[in-house]
């Protein structure tokens, strides 16, 4: 059974900082692109970052860009997702997806049940 | 402000079909194949319902189908049930490994 398990998330004053994790089983990690997406509470999702099958491509979100790292273990078959100086607007529950193809597009078909950041004063 | 764009509501009664767009640019809709719907239900995580662009993955009723035409792309669900009352959003490949998602609309069979 495919799985992806986030951790990391928690309350966190505006400016600290946060590491989200996602350990995943189930599927050849090396063999697919993965993702963070993020939702606010009572509102859509929205695309944070993702990163290609062996990391040679990334990207972040506008909103992100800066301040958020992704990155992927292929020995620990996990993702992550650091997050320095956050602010209220990051306030959300993240979730680890993983993409259908080893690039981003072919649509994310395994979706973790999600990690809450609060970023409150 | 999303990056593309879904009308907020939609709604139809049971055995009813109904659509939803989804609009972006020559950009990301318009330029490439990669358009996802996704169903998300109540305090769920999302599930995939189409990628690129028409296809199902296994175990989505054939109910659900996609299509596209220019920068627009649509969700029609045919002989709606009861259990499809759920939040749609449809997601764009944007190049350079980016995704863009649409608002979200809210699908309520009456």
């Known amino acids: 059974e495919v799985q992806l398990v986030e951790s990391g998330g928690g309350s966190v004053q505006p400016g600290r900082s946060l590491r989200l994790s996602c350990a995943t089983a189930?599927?050849?990690?090396?063999?697919?692109?993965m993702h963070w997406v993020r939702q606010a509470p009572g509102k859509g999702l929205e695309w944070v970052s993702g990163?290609?099958?062996?990391?040679?491509?990334?990207a972040y979100a506008e909103s992100v860009k800066g301040r958020f790292t992704i990155s992927r273990d292929s020995a620990k078959t996990s993702l992550y997702l650091q997050m320095n100086s956050l602010r209220a607007d990051d306030t959300a529950l993240y979730y680890c997806?993983?993409?259908?193809?080893?690039?981003?597009?072919?649509?994310?078909?395994?979706w973790g049940q999600g990690t809450t950041v609060t970023v409150s004063s | 402000q999303s990056a593309l764009t879904q009308p907020p509501s939609a709604s139809g009664s049971p055995g009813q079909s109904v659509t939803i767009s989804c609009t972006g640019t020559?950009?990301?809709?318009?330029?490439?194949?990669?358009v996802s719907w996704y169903q998300q239900h109540p305090g769920k995580a999302p599930k995939l319902m189409i990628y690129?662009?028409?296809k199902r993955p296994s175990g989505v009723p054939d109910r659900f189908s996609g299509s596209k035409s220019g920068n627009t792309a649509s969700l029609t669900v045919s002989g709606l049930q009861a259990e499809d009352e759920a939040e749609y959003y449809c997601?764009?490949?944007?190049?350079?490994?980016?995704?863009?998602f649409g608002g979200g609309t809210k699908l309520t069979v009456l």
């Open positions: 690129e662009v028409n």
């Open positions: 189930g599927f050849t990690f090396d063999d697919h692109a």
């Open positions: 990163i290609d099958w062996n990391s040679g491509s990334i």
């Open positions: 020559s950009r990301d809709v318009g330029f490439y194949k990669y």
């Open positions: 997806v993983k993409d259908r193809g080893t690039i981003a597009g072919g649509g994310l078909d395994v």
């Open positions: 997601s764009s490949y944007g190049g350079s490994n980016n995704l863009l």
